[in-house]
Structures are given as structure tokens and as C-alpha cells.
């Protein structure tokens, strides 16, 4: 069982910045593939960015540019650097952890909200 938290979500201004963490409890966090999800109001769940274990990135369209997925093994943390935020990036924004049998984790997730 692998236990997710993820912080550092919050209130920002339309072209602000957040930085989100997510902490993976365990000894294989180095062995995952972990990913960053969001869930607008109203809208069902979307990939936004991945790390797999072995590195290189992968960022949804829309975010590219944006944000950034990077990791951090001697933490057991991934995290998500979001700049440039926009109004549609409001949304419950989740971690997941998929171990190398395919079992997937998630966070309980995190409320990023962009307003004036």
C-alpha cells in the first residue's frame, strides 16, 4: 500500500504560480511512475503531467510551457511547478503512483484556485 499526500495547492491570481507537492510513503517511491491529474468543477478527470521512473517528462498540451513535473527520490516527492495560471486551471488536482505491476495510488488530492 502506498499512501499519497499532496500539498500546496491554494488561492492565486490569474498569471500566478504554485508549486505542488505530493510525498509517497515506502521504499520503491524511485520504481514509480508518478503523475499529476485534475478534476475542474463539473469535469471529469485529466492526465496533466508525467514522470516516469526512469525521467524524461511528459505535459498535457495545455500546460506545456506552464507547468512542470520533476521529482525528487531521495524525498519520496514529486512536484508540480505551475506558472503562467490561468482560469481554467482551476481544479482538484491529484497525485498518482503507478508501481512497476501496474497498481495504481492515488492522493487525496488539492484545491488550486485561480481568481481576481
Known amino acids: 500500500q502506498v499512501q499519497l499526500v499532496e500539498s500546496g495547492g491554494g488561492l492565486v491570481q490569474p498569471g500566478g504560480s504554485l508549486t505542488l507537492s505530493c510525498s509517497a510513503s515506502?521504499?520503491?517511491?524511485?520504481?514509480?511512475?508518478m503523475s499529476w491529474y485534475r478534476q475542474p468543477p463539473g469535469k471529469q478527470r485529466e492526465l496533466v503531467a508525467i514522470?516516469?521512473?526512469?525521467?524524461?517528462?511528459n505535459n498535457k498540451n495545455s500546460v506545456k510551457g506552464r507547468f512542470t513535473i520533476s521529482r525528487d527520490n531521495a524525498k519520496n516527492t514529486v512536484y508540480l511547478q505551475m506558472n503562467g495560471l490561468k482560469f481554467e486551471d482551476t481544479a482538484v488536482y491529484y497525485c498518482?503512483?503507478?508501481?512497476?505491476?501496474?497498481?495504481?495510488?492515488w492522493g487525496q488530492g488539492t484545491q488550486v484556485t485561480v481568481s481576481s
Open positions: 498518482k503512483a503507478t508501481t512497476m505491476y501496474g497498481i495504481d495510488y
Open positions: 515506502g521504499t520503491f517511491f524511485s520504481t514509480y511512475t
Open positions: 514522470i516516469p521512473s526512469g525521467g524524461g517528462t
